[in-house]
Nanobody
Framework: QVQLVESGGGLVQTGGSLRLSCVASGRTFSRIGMGWFRQAPGKEREFVAA????????VYADSVKGRFTISRDNAKNTVYLQMNSLKPEDTAVYYC????????????WGQGTQVTVAS
């Protein structure tokens, strides 16, 4: 079982930056892939970025490529999402997710953190 707690959301102006953090409990963190997703009001939850267990192979949604960077610190059981050049369309609740070590699916989710980008 993995528990996830996100932080770092807030209100920022267009063009600004935020860094989200997600702290995970559990001893399997360093062996599992992690991801960030987001859900805007009235829209489906969408994939933002993912990173493998060792920090390699970061993958990004086209909408954030070149602006967002996912990283992790296994010693701190933490995954980060650095968000630069923020746009109003980035406004959403951002969720951290952890893969199930056995099934490979994103089975564990945080409670979400709100990011609002003012125009």
């Amino acid at each position: 079982q993995v528990q996830l707690v996100e932080s770092g959301g807030g209100l920022v102006q267009t063009g600004g930056s935020l860094r989200l953090s997600c702290v995970a409990s559990g001893r399997t963190f360093s062996r599992i892939g992690m991801g960030w997703f987001r859900q805007a009001p009235g829209k489906e939850r969408e994939f933002v970025a993912a990173i493998s267990w060792n920090g390699g192979n970061p993958v990004y949604a086209d909408s954030v490529k070149g602006r967002f960077t996912i990283s992790r610190d296994n010693a701190k059981n933490t995954v980060y999402l650095q968000m630069n050049s923020l746009k109003p369309e980035d406004t959403a609740v951002y969720y951290c997710a952890a893969k199930n070590f056995i099934t490979g699916g994103y089975d564990y989710w945080g409670q979400g953190t709100q990011v609002t980008v003012a125009s």
